[in-house]
């Protein structure tokens, strides 16, 4: 089966602008995570989603992040306005079920580069 | 809330060395996840551990659950030049969220 897909791979931007990206979960999986994992840092959960409602979102900065998952499929996480801070690498991950106990399959990832 | 450590940060051995990385929870987990993120790529799941006191073995890897369910380790026995990379755990709270922990990057020297 095909992974999970994310685009773009890379992004530079200014502080201060926009940016999205986006991912497309492995077919059929239920829950989809946004996490943002800083360089030498474990993955951090942003935002789970299961089908199109949100599970959990409490370590989202919700003055500048949004995320959106319509349809219970693809989703897109936005980052308006961007901080230096912001730099790091954003995975999307997918799995079958809900909760913990599916395994989590990864994306390649968005590298961010907040300049 | 739920807080996962993980110890050491790096490692380094010499090929044919054993390794060990260590994850403790602050609170009672459901269950544990390991992953290895290779440098440059994405976490991979290698396996979970949901009973206490579990172990797990995968060739020379052996995974084990702590009785209290609140830590977890990850031995590699006679690490070869493809085991390199970082390796996470995952703890799951009751409440079907998850914590990462930071990670240990293994580096393995021919």
């Known amino acids: 089966e095909a992974g999970v897909a994310q685009s773009p791979r890379y992004k530079i931007i200014e502080k201060r602008q926009s940016v999205a990206f986006w991912c497309n979960p492995i077919?059929?999986?239920?829950?989809l995570y946004w996490y943002q994992q800083i360089l030498g840092q474990g993955p951090k959960l942003l935002i789970q989603?299961?089908?199109?409602?949100?599970?959990?979102d409490s370590q989202l900065p919700k003055d500048r992040f949004s995320a959106e998952r319509l349809k219970g499929v693809d989703s897109t996480l936005k980052i308006q306005p961007a901080k230096l801070e912001d730099s790091a690498v954003y995975l999307c991950?997918?799995?079958?079920?809900?909760?913990?106990?599916?395994?989590?399959?990864f994306g390649p990832g968005t590298r961010l580069t907040v300049l | 809330g739920q807080q996962v450590m993980q110890i050491p940060q790096y490692q380094h051995v010499q090929e044919g060395e054993d390794f060990t990385t260590y994850c403790n929870s602050s609170?009672?987990?459901?269950?544990i996840q390991w992953y290895k993120q290779r440098p440059g790529g994405h976490p991979v799941f290698l396996i979970q551990?949901?009973?206490?006191?579990e172990v797990k073995k995968q060739k020379r890897l052996t995974f084990q659950f702590g009785e209290a369910k609140k830590n977890s380790s990850l031995h590699i026995t006679a690490t070869q030049t493809t085991d390199v990379g970082t390796y996470f755990c995952?703890?799951?709270?009751?409440?079907?969220?998850?914590?990462f922990g930071d990670g240990t990057t293994l580096t393995v020297k021919p």
């Open positions: 551990l949901v009973k206490s006191g």
């Open positions: 609170t009672t987990l459901s269950n």
């Open positions: 995952a703890g799951w709270g009751n409440a079907g969220k998850s914590t």
């Open positions: 077919s059929g999986h239920a829950t």
């Open positions: 989603f299961q089908n199109n409602g949100v599970v959990d």
């Open positions: 991950a997918s799995s079958r079920g809900v909760g913990g106990t599916d395994t989590q399959y």
